[in-house]
């Protein structure tokens, strides 16, 4: 506890700041605009080829460089650039990106079932932005069934010539299960290239509608419809060639060979040395789509060796999926692979995602600023009072958590400057106060943070994302919440209950074999109970008997139901600490003993489960002894730390172990400072970043809809020989 009182002290200036100077040379990003080369590219940033070869590995000298790749240019200056259609159409984005359109007036709209912010704002031809904006209700609430919503209306745009030819372009509907890299791939163009025809698709979440209506760039000499794609090769006849021999070889009819070289008949037939067009036929494989392929966009400076090894094919199986492999690899590429290939990566919503290395990968030059807002509660202590000081802490979880939370964080942001990163951080006391949050969110500059850790309680951290989503920063939830916040800013770090119980039950239905499965749920868990039938449809129920001041199972219908001739798992679902301590001495009574007492054979084996660990199996009237002989499991969001680096960092800086809240508190920093380190942008790094593990806590956010990130990660732990273990 002195270590809590003493850090208080620290906190008391509400600010606490780490910097240091980082300096780093300048890049420009640039897009290979058909017909340009590595020279005219030079010239126009006033750089030398060899400059641009140094920081481009995948490109070689004198390579002809394929249209849409992108270049990282060392920064210098920039010339004028030739426009073109799609720059004249990027700089038209850009400049309607920033444009604020004033209301003529307004109209109502009644919201109907089953429509959507998405579908609205197409009807009235309004961004939802504009729509959120005259509808705040929306900023934190789902749209629901007859809700009154007020539509802007504009004054008619002025009429713009498209500076696309649209001899060059064609429109595509997306069609079910596709996504925006099989379509990507199909067209063989970047994910960015796809942005810049389409400024009406997100730029923060990989969501695509079917029935979504693209603007794409016309395959020369065909479209992604046909069922042959039709290339050549150049080939040198050889002597004693003919006909016959070409056809067994290439598939290619004579007559066709003939009209395609018509020197071959200018010339009186094949001729040794002659070099002639062969059409090599690429069969299309059918439908591209999550049905059929999984998906990886590459990544600046990967090679031949990195991706063989990361998927576990040679380069001739991946040219043959991806034949624009044979031009080179490029950054930004779409590649498809064997949806049932596996390899060390994981897979969500059919994109692989990489798993980086962040301590490998950061960037001393980026400098993450951070603000965290958590209630302290220094408005209610007197400092000056130590004994005080810790009976306000004893019986304010709140304050306990924060305190935890934060020291944990101060040890990563040690841990950060250590590796060389400068870490800007201010933190805050919202007093676990509604008002106080908004005061403070108004005399802040959000827009000049990276993220925001915070705050614990729903109404404020409500708050904080309806604020911090104009800016379109991420605001880290620390702690479970459980609220109607629908905004896709909010990473919930905490996994939630539902994930629990699916792990669980996945977990034992993956290792379950002839085992007898028994549930034992009172009323309060009748769901839980469904969610375990559901998995295990033969499994028995044993009655709980609830009164008014009792509650139990019976003993002797319980031994009818167990078997003593293959193991039983029991299922035990309860927040009622009573019947949870009742049944597992009843369960460890049985553990290891014969129904027959002259028997020395057939002997009961239980093992106990759950899907919801909570305080009930904690409570002080239960032996850990029996958990521990009933080997009981269970899901959990974090797992026991032992002794490591961390520990014994924390331990040399404020004189105690870790609890659980400060290990968190460093995990979740630990891991928001990485992805930051490694690009300044944690909305568009967790589009490609996949799970992530520090000391006692693993994180793996996926994108919900509209409502924002939620973690997916979490561990199965047992109970054995009187310790905590993880399973695998």
Not at 37 to 53: F, H, Q
Not at 379 to 385: G, H, I, P, S
Request: charged fraction near 25%; glycine fraction near 4%; include cysteine.
């Amino acid at each position: 506890m002195k270590y809590i009182v003493n850090q208080l002290y620290l906190i008391c200036a509400f600010c606490f700041l780490v910097s240091c100077t980082a300096l780093g040379q300048k890049f420009n990003t640039h897009e290979v605009k058909s017909g340009e080369t590595l020279e005219s590219i030079s010239k126009m940033y006033g750089v030398s080829p060899a400059n641009i070869l140094q920081y481009n590995k995948e490109i070689k000298a004198g390579q002809a460089l394929r249209p849409n790749t992108i270049l990282v240019v060392p920064g210098a200056k920039v010339a004028s650039r030739t426009t073109d259609a799609v720059s004249v159409l990027n700089k038209n984005i850009m400049q309607d990106s920033v444009t604020v359109r004033e209301p003529i007036g307004f109209t109502t709209h009644r919201v109907r079932k089953k429509e959507t912010i998405f579908g609205i704002t197409q009807q009235y031809k309004i961004t939802e932005d504009e729509l959120k904006k005259y509808n705040k209700v929306l900023y934190a609430s789902p749209l629901q069934k007859k809700m009154e919503l007020r539509i802007p209306k504009f004054k008619a745009p002025a009429v713009v010539e498209n500076p696309l030819n649209s001899d060059d372009y064609e429109k595509y509907i997306v069609a079910p299960k596709e996504t925006r890299w099989s379509i990507a791939h199909k067209y063989g163009i970047t994910i960015d290239s796809m942005l810049v025809l389409n400024p009406g698709l997100s730029k923060t979440n990989n969501y695509l509608s079917e029935g979504y209506e693209l603007l794409m760039p016309k395959i020369a000499g065909s479209t992604v419809s046909n069922q042959v794609t039709e290339l050549f090769i150049s080939y040198t006849v050889p002597a004693k060639m003919n006909f016959y021999r070409l056809e067994q070889e290439f598939g290619v009819k004579s007559d066709e060979i003939v009209r395609l070289n018509p020197e071959i008949t200018e010339r009186g037939g094949l001729k040794e040395g002659m070099v002639i067009r062969i059409p090599e036929k690429k069969v299309d494989p059918g439908v591209i789509n999550t049905d059929n392929y999984i998906f990886y966009e590459v990544k600046p400076k990967q090679n031949e060796f990195r991706l063989t090894r990361k998927f576990g094919m040679t380069w001739a199986e991946l040219t043959q999926l991806n034949p624009d492999l044979k031009d080179g690899l490029k950054a930004g590429m779409i590649l498809k692979l064997p949806k049932d290939n596996v390899g060390d990566y994981e897979v969500r919503n059919s994109l692989v995602l990489d798993k980086v290395n962040l301590l490998d990968s950061i960037n001393v030059a980026i400098t993450p600023k951070v603000l965290f807002l958590l209630p302290f509660r220094l408005d209610k202590l007197n400092l000056a009072d130590k004994e005080g000081t810790e009976k306000v802490i004893d019986s304010r979880n709140s304050l306990k958590y924060s305190l935890g939370l934060y020291s944990g964080a101060l040890v990563a942001i040690d841990s950060l400057q250590s590796l060389g990163v400068s870490v800007h951080v201010k933190t805050l006391d919202n007093q676990l106060d509604l008002m106080h949050t908004k005061k403070i969110l108004q005399a802040e500059n959000l827009g000049s943070y990276n993220a925001i850790f915070g705050p614990l309680d729903i109404a404020s951290l409500k708050e904080t994302a309806v604020q911090a989503s104009k800016y379109n920063i991420p605001v880290v939830a620390p702690v479970p919440a459980k609220s109607d916040i629908s905004l896709d800013n909010v990473f919930f770090s905490y996994t939630n209950e539902d994930v629990l119980v699916d792990h669980m039950l996945d977990y034992v239905e993956g290792t379950h074999t002839n085992e007898t499965i028994l549930v034992i749920a009172d009323e309060k868990s009748r769901n839980r109970q469904k969610a375990i039938l559901d998995h295990f449809p033969t499994a028995k129920v044993v009655v709980v008997k609830e009164e008014e001041k009792n509650i139990g199972i019976n003993r002797d219908k319980l031994q009818t139901l167990l078997s003593n001739k293959v193991p039983n798992w029991v299922f035990v679902e309860s927040e009622n600490y009573r019947l949870v301590a009742s049944v597992v001495s009843i369960l460890n009574s049985f553990n290891n003993t014969a129904f027959d007492p002259l028997s020395d054979k057939d002997k009961v084996k239980v093992r106990m489960f759950t899907t919801d660990m909570n305080s009930a199996f904690e409570n002080d009237v239960i032996s850990n002894t029996h958990l521990s002989n009933l080997n009981f499991t269970y899901p959990s969001v974090n797992r026991v730390v032992g002794n490591n680096s961390f520990v014994e960092r924390y331990r040399k800086r404020f004189g105690d172990d870790p609890d659980r809240y400060a290990v968190r508190g460093f995990d979740l920093t630990y891991d928001l400072l990485l992805k930051l380190a490694y690009k300044n942008d944690l909305i568009d790094v967790s589009r490609f970043i996949g799970e992530t593990e520090y000391n006692g806590n693993k994180f793996d956010y996926e994108r919900k809809g509209i409502s924002g990130y939620y973690n997916q990660a979490s561990y199965i732990m047992m109970m054995d020989d009187l310790r905590i273990k993880e399973l695998k």
